[in-house]
């Protein structure tokens, strides 16, 4: 009866450690929300036309495709983001808007940078 238990924890264990590593990798994707846009096609009110992927990944001249990170999609339209890939976020910064720690350190509070 206690190996049947000690099994089903030892399973529970792996099974909760690969749920783990799921949502860790699903959270830190490196490819950041992004949408082939139609350049030409900026209206005040909508934003930017969403548009077929060929139009970004085709060599042709003739195609105004350009990649749209983030923003927010309404229908087939996209806006509030930017042309500008974003930096994938590294040791003490932060992930948007540049906030984080800019000096000292850990902390980055009075007295941290040594001096």
Known sequence: MA???RQLRSGTVVLGGMGLLAATLTACSSDPDKRC???DSYNLAK???VVSDKN???TKSSAHGAWYYGGKKKGS???DGSF???RKASGGSGGSGGHGVSRGGFGGGKGSSGG
Request: net charge neutral; with cysteine; charged share 35%.
């Open 3 to 5: 190996e049947a238990c």
């Open 37 to 39: 846009v139609d350049r």
């Open 47 to 49: 934003g930017y036309k």
């Open 56 to 58: 970004c990944t085709s």
């Open 77 to 79: 339209w996209v806006d």
């Open 84 to 86: 500008t890939k974003p």
